[in-house]
């Protein structure tokens, strides 16, 4: 319960980096419409629908812009976020900043391992890297993404 107060407290530290954003979180119901997202695909093993949200997005996390939003729908709820961060023209791999934001809210710190952040706390997933392939729409990109754990999801 504790690790699951630190996952809400974190996205409410990232909600307030993005005020006005398009935002969404994890657990929160959601229909998709299509004036909003366009399907990308669903997964055979989970179930899991993939939007990419397609209106103009118009604000910042971590105090940089946001390139592309993805979410992850199952019966209707949001299981998996991606938020594409554009890096600044001199960062190299992901900011320092950013992970000291992530790890000052959470109840232990983000492990590396082969070039990917990342944490799991309970049935949560969030992981940051500097990406550019198919998740980032082969652009580069600072990806940011939270999940329900896979093994969850195949038990729902």
Known sequence: MIAMKHIIYLLL??????????????GDPITPSSGHFKLLGISSATGVA????????????????????????????????IYNLIPNSDERGVPLDILKLINSNLPFPLTY?????????DNYSISISRTNGPLTFNKDRIMYLSS?????????
Do not use: H, W
């Open 13 to 26: 530290c990232i909600s307030t980096l993005s005020a006005n954003a398009q935002r969404f979180d994890l």
């Open 113 to 121: 391992v082969n070039g990917i952040y990342g944490v799991n706390i």
């Open 148 to 156: 329900v754990k896979r093994s969850y999801l195949l038990n729902k």
């Open 50 to 81: 993939n939007y990419k949200y397609v209106k103009p997005i118009t604000d910042n996390m971590f105090g940089r812009r946001i390139g592309e939003i993805v979410i992850g729908v199952k019966d209707g709820y949001i299981v998996t976020t």
